[in-house]
T-cell receptor, first 113, second 112 residues
């Protein structure tokens, strides 16, 4: 049973650039959430996608956007990168009938120089 | 006041010790309380979750929720070096929200 997968594993960008991160949910899961985890902090909720729509958004600026595809995979896009965006970006998947059980992927580590 | 407060440690214990990890939270509307374990440079792994108040046991791990004092705990018995990781408490989803709200995490080291 494949778990949540994310790509790439690591990424280095410079300020002002744009980045796209990808996530494939656990088999059978149709809900995808994205979290940002800064060094030494707990994950912070960015947004959740269900049925290809953004269902809920956390306290993140519009520079952060996403998309969910018909196969339930998802992308996170961040525009106009700045140093403070350096973090581990985590994707979690769940079933709508079991929203409290969110399974996380290994994350994408983004460094902005 | 932050929604979830967790002492970041670090916490260092000898092998075989009983470990107690704790969090407090502010929003009494939430009903689900989770503990995640995160090894260095890995994603969080769900250890266990509890619905409402009470205890839940899984092997060497016991999760406890006291809603009256908004206090959640994770106990690890007979701790092993392989338990060395960061432990994150989380609350939610619920009360119209789908997100998990995490504490900062407590870094635990179990010394052989």
């Amino acid at each position: 049973d494949a778990g949540v997968t994310q790509s790439p594993t690591h990424l280095i960008k410079t300020r002002g650039q744009q980045v796209t991160l990808r996530c494939s949910p656990k088999s059978g899961h149709d809900t995808v959430s994205w979290y940002q985890q800064a060094l030494g902090q707990g994950p912070q909720f960015i947004f959740q996608y269900y049925e290809e729509e953004e269902r809920q958004r956390g306290n993140f600026p519009d520079r952060f956007s996403g998309h969910q595809f018909p196969n339930y995979s998802s992308e996170l896009n961040v525009n106009a990168l700045w140093l403070g965006d350096s973090a581990l970006y985590l994707c979690a998947s769940s079933l709508p009938t079991d929203p409290e059980t969110q399974y996380f992927g290994p994350g994408t580590r983004l460094l902005v120089l | 006041q932050k929604e979830v407060e967790q002492d970041p440690g670090p916490l260092s214990v000898p092998e075989g010790a009983i470990v107690s990890l704790n969090c407090t939270y502010s929003n009494s509307a939430f009903q689900y309380f989770m503990w995640y374990r995160q090894y260095s440079r890995k994603g969080p792994e769900l250890l266990m979750y509890t619905y409402s108040s009470g205890n839940k046991e899984d092997g060497r791990f016991t999760a406890q929720v006291d809603k009256s004092s908004k206090y959640i705990s994770l106990f690890i018995r007979d701790s092993q070096p392989s338990d060395s990781a960061t432990y994150l408490c989380a609350i939610g989803p619920g009360a119209g929200s789908y997100q998990l709200t995490f504490g900062k995490g407590t870094k635990l080291s179990v010394i052989p």
